[in-house]
C-alpha cells in the first residue's frame, strides 16, 4: 500500500523568508507525486505535479518541488514567501499503473507566514 | 457549471439521523472522487467512480457509508445512522484523466456536524 507523511504538522515562517515544507512517501511502485493548496475557507487546488522528466519541477506562485527517488521525497520550497502563502499544503501521490487513479494524501501542512 | 459543486455547504445533525451529501462534477469529467477532511487527518479516500466501472469503495470506513453516481454525473454521498466521529467536511473531486496523470478539481466542500 502507498501511504504520504508530510514530517511538519505547522510551520511558521517570517515574510520573505525561505520555506520548505517536507513529504516523503512509500511506494513499492512508481508513482506520480502532487503538491495542492487548501486556502482558509476555500477548496483545493493544483500547486505542482511530477510525472516524468525533469525531477525540479515548477508551480504557480513561485513554488518548487523536487523529486528524489532514492530518499522517496518531494519536498516544496519557496525562496521568499508572502502572507498570501498562508494556507494548508498537502502533499499526494497517485500510482502509475492502473490502481483506480486516486490520490492518496498526506496530512497536510499549515504553512503560517508572519509580517 | 464551471467548477464542483457541492451542496449543503453545511449541515448539521442529530446522531442517528441520515444524511446525504451532494456533488456535481464539472462536466465532461468522467471520473469524480469522495474525500473526509478531518481535523488532524488530513484528506482521507471514501470511493472512486471512473465512467461506467465499477466504484472503488475500499476507503468508505463502515457500511453506513454508501453513495452512488447517477448517469456519469451527479453523485451522492449517504451516510445512514450518523455518528459524532462523521463529523468532518466532505470534499468531493472531479478529474477527465482519471486522475493518474491528471489534475482533480474539488469542490468546497460539505461540513457535517453530527450533534
Known amino acids: 500500500a502507498q501511504s504520504v507523511t508530510q514530517l511538519d504538522s505547522q510551520v511558521p515562517v517570517f515574510e520573505e523568508a525561505p520555506v520548505e515544507l517536507r513529504c516523503n512517501y512509500s511506494s513499492s511502485v512508481s508513482v506520480y507525486l502532487f503538491w495542492y493548496v487548501q486556502y482558509p475557507n476555500q477548496g483545493l487546488q493544483l500547486l505542482l505535479k511530477?510525472?516524468?522528466?525533469?525531477?525540479l519541477v515548477k508551480g504557480i506562485n513561485g513554488f518548487e518541488a523536487e523529486f528524489n527517488k532514492s530518499q522517496t521525497s518531494f519536498h516544496l520550497r519557496k525562496p521568499s514567501v508572502h502572507i498570501s502563502d498562508t494556507a494548508e499544503y498537502f502533499c499526494a501521490v497517485s500510482l502509475i499503473y492502473n490502481q483506480g487513479g486516486k490520490l492518496i494524501f498526506g496530512q497536510g501542512t499549515e504553512l503560517s507566514v508572519k509580517p | 457549471g464551471a467548477g464542483v459543486s457541492q451542496s449543503p455547504s453545511n449541515k448539521v445533525t442529530e446522531k442517528g439521523k441520515d444524511v446525504e451529501l451532494r456533488c456535481d462534477p464539472i462536466?465532461?469529467?468522467?471520473?469524480l472522487y469522495w474525500y473526509r477532511q478531518s481535523l488532524g487527518q488530513g484528506l482521507e479516500f471514501l470511493i472512486y467512480f471512473q465512467g461506467n466501472s465499477a466504484p472503488d469503495k475500499s476507503g468508505l470506513p463502515s457500511d453506513r457509508f454508501s453513495a452512488e453516481r447517477t448517469g456519469g454525473s451527479v453523485s451522492t454521498l449517504t451516510i445512514q445512522r450518523t455518528q459524532q466521529e462523521d463529523s468532518a467536511v466532505y470534499l468531493c473531486?472531479?478529474?477527465?484523466?482519471?486522475?493518474?496523470?491528471?489534475?482533480?478539481?474539488f469542490g468546497e466542500g460539505s461540513r457535517l456536524t453530527v450533534l
Open positions: 473531486a472531479s478529474s477527465s484523466l482519471a486522475g493518474r496523470t491528471g489534475e482533480l478539481f
Open positions: 511530477y510525472l516524468s522528466g525533469s525531477t
Open positions: 462536466s465532461g469529467h468522467t471520473a
